[in-house]
């Protein structure tokens, strides 16, 4: 296979997960879990398809979905800042609820032809020969991927409201006593997240994976996005890069799928979403003992750990009681 | 007895706010909501079989809630239940079909309830493991897991254990009948009796033993349990190590009593849905029967809603998950208002 072309693949099919990862980003810095993804992406996917189908409106069926993703991150984030609910319990339960929820709704809707988002290269830009074809020749929902990562990288380091929203992370009652209204900052970040889970849930059942059914296809994603912030250490380069990198192992299995016929194709399907979360090991050595023992060796190494090498925001999942 | 009228309370909230949106989303489908409900109650306690199926469904809830019992007293997310079923159930199968040329039917029967039991929990050694070694929340090493199994499982059935001829997602071959736990009109009487005895130990370790205080000891303060002397990294391991097992056990159940031989999906999701019945149980013991009788009606009941309503079968799940995250709210509601009126 031209390398070229995959490249693009693992680029075009990354698109939804940046979006899915960074909403969860968000979420997290803020010191809040939204364990909820993979079914608000189901769910959102569902919504997102059968206001399409009905409205023919893309940017309509977009915002739909995104506000749905917004409802439930709401509940996750109402129900524990203001109840004291644990964000793990209810975002399990929403995961299941919500996925079940997309199927019964969506039954009607299924296998249905719908409107999709079109293919859309950029003029000038896509005739650059190597990067052109791998970077500019997609659709819109790519190039947004490309300026969300810009843009949340900007917000997070270079901006006020950034250094508001890890402080509430990090350490909820000195932003409190700074005079940050704490709760109101984790909300509004938790419904941000749910938003942009909802474009990605979208951007599956009208671009990458079109249509709904049952089993739509983006099953597991949900999962995988909440590794992959993991992996990527809470900052929103690395983890676009994590959300890449797992592209590319989704794309590899398709390959080698047609080196070894033998083994059947639902095991590398299925292959890619252990590989990614079993990653996670790796992270933690980088922060144990054999981290000394790593620094010691060549240049290569001692970059790839310090690059891996995270801590999470001192705060998450601990709901902040402000007379506590 | 305040405790109990506020319980009461509880319950009453919850079933009545989880009625209100289920009939708002069943006519939101244009669905008549009273025919939905009469026939869930139809479908799952209108006739002596359907009852059975009924059962067939509680059996393995309860052995898997019962696993959870034991990793949630530790606060423990055991997701990586459904991967332990899995596993029992690879377990169950390979001792059967590897034993069975050489003994007789009932040897073979025990020896796979024993090998389920250890393939769970070796599965879930391996998560224990994954945090206490290797530092990865029990989540994701659960979830990790459970990709591998189900990888496992369809590389099995479409490579070594592939039916004669062609390979499918109906399965392997069946097993001989000799090889199906009895059953009676139906009733699964071995499941349930193996069931109520593992109900019966949790209940007791849980309860009276030493081993359940240092649990619950380790689950609400691990830093004080290790001052006392406890080790909150075995104590992890231990649960985990018993929930598989009993995970395990339904595997070996759904294998032996339920299908007769390994399909993909040997699992059907009990794994998730009893992590559900421990919460809606408020992880005690004793309600646990009565809610996985519950469920197992409503799973029994929707299965045959697609035919007759045409709507999806998943309504089921919806009404199971809304009635945990109803109840969790009712939960602190109540606490709320009670904290006003002192």
Redesign the interface.
């Known amino acids: 296979m031209d390398v070229i072309l995959l490249l693009a693949n693992v680029v075009s099919n990354a698109a939804p997960l940046i979006f899915a990862t960074l909403g969860e980003t968000f979420t997290e810095r803020a010191g809040v879990i939204n364990?909820s993804l993979d079914g608000t992406i189901l769910l959102s996917a569902m919504v997102g398809f059968v206001v399409a189908y009905s409205s023919h409106n893309l940017i309509l069926a977009f915002a739909c979905a995104g506000i749905v993703g917004a409802l439930i991150a709401g509940?996750v984030a109402a129900?524990s800042l203001f109840?004291?609910?644990s964000q793990?319990?209810?975002g399990?339960?929403?995961t299941?609820?919500c996925?079940?929820?997309a199927?019964?709704?969506g039954?009607?809707y299924t296998r249905l032809n719908g409107p999709q988002v079109n293919h859309l290269s950029i003029p000038g830009l896509a005739n650059i020969p190597g990067i052109g074809p791998i970077f500019f020749d997609h659709n819109v929902l790519v190039y947004a991927s490309y300026f969300l990562i810009g843009l949340s990288c900007l917000y997070f380091y270079r901006t006020k409201y950034g250094l508001v929203l890890r402080a509430c992370g990090e350490n909820p009652k000195a932003a409190y006593a700074r005079g940050i209204k704490v709760k109101i900052v984790q909300l509004g970040y938790t419904l941000l997240g749910g938003f942009l889970v909802g474009l990605a849930g979208a951007s599956f059942s009208l671009c990458f994976k079109p249509g709904w059914g049952?089993p739509q296809g983006a099953e597991?994603i949900g999962?995988i996005a909440?590794?992959i912030v993991?992996f990527g250490g809470w900052d929103p380069f690395k983890v676009a890069l994590g959300a890449y990198f797992f592209s590319l192992l989704q794309i590899l299995s398709i390959l080698f799928q047609n080196w070894c016929p033998?083994?059947?194709a639902?095991?590398f399907q299925?292959?890619p979403?252990?590989l990614m979360?079993?990653m996670?090991?790796i992270l933690?050595?980088s922060?144990?003992k054999a981290y000394h023992l790593w620094q010691q060796g060549p240049v290569w190494v001692r970059f790839l750990i310090k690059f891996l090498h995270t801590t999470p925001p001192a705060a998450l999942g601990s709901s902040y009681k402000e007379d506590g | 007895m305040p405790n109990l009228s506020s319980t009461l309370i509880r319950w009453i909230l919850t079933l009545g706010l989880v009625f209100v949106f289920t009939s708002i989303l069943l006519l939101l489908t244009h669905t008549p909501p009273l025919t939905t409900y009469w026939l869930l109650i139809k479908g799952s306690l209108g006739s002596l079989n359907k009852l059975a199926r009924v059962f067939q469904v509680w059996v393995p809830l309860i052995l898997c809630s019962c696993g959870l019992l034991f990793t949630f007293r530790m606060n423990l997310w055991n997701i990586g239940i459904e991967g332990q079923v899995m596993l029992g159930a690879i377990g169950a199968t390979a001792t059967l079909k590897w034993l069975a040329p050489f003994c007789p039917a009932w040897t073979c029967l025990i020896s796979a309830l024993f090998f389920s039991f250890i393939a769970g929990a070796l599965w879930a050694l391996g998560a224990g493991f994954l945090k206490t070694k290797a530092g990865v929340n029990e989540i994701f090493a659960g979830l990790g897991l459970n990709f591998v199994a189900q990888g496992l499982i369809l590389w099995l059935i479409f490579g070594p254990w592939k039916r004669p001829g062609i390979a499918s997602m109906s399965g392997t071959k069946p097993f001989d009948f000799s090889l199906w736990l009895p059953t009676l009109h139906n009733f699964p009487v071995w499941g349930i009796i193996l069931a109520i005895i593992c109900l019966g130990i949790t209940a007791i370790i849980i309860t009276w033993t030493r081993l359940g205080l240092e649990l619950k000891a380790v689950g609400l303060n691990p830093f004080a349990a290790k001052l006392y002397g406890l080790s909150p990294n075995l104590n992890t391991l231990l649960a985990m190590t018993l929930a598989g097992g009993l995970a395990g056990i339904s595997g070996f159940f759904q294998v032996s009593g339920v299908y007769h031989r390994l399909i993909p999906a040997i699992s059907s999701n009990y794994g998730y849905l009893s992590l559900l019945v421990v919460m809606l149980a408020n992880y005690k013991w004793w309600p646990v029967p009565f809610i996985c009788f519950f469920f197992a009606c409503l799973n029994v009941g929707s299965i045959q809603l697609p035919l007759i309503l045409k709507i999806d079968s998943s309504l089921s799940g919806v009404i199971q998950g809304v009635c945990v995250l109803v109840f969790l709210l009712a939960q602190k509601v109540n606490l709320k208002t009670k904290k006003q009126i002192n």
């Open positions: 364990l509940i129900s109840l004291g609910l793990v319990a209810v399990f339960v929403l299941l609820t996925r079940d929820l199927y019964f709704l039954d009607a049952r597991g999962w909440l590794a993991i033998s083994v059947p639902q095991v299925v292959a979403f252990p979360i079993f996670l090991v933690h050595f922060r144990q």
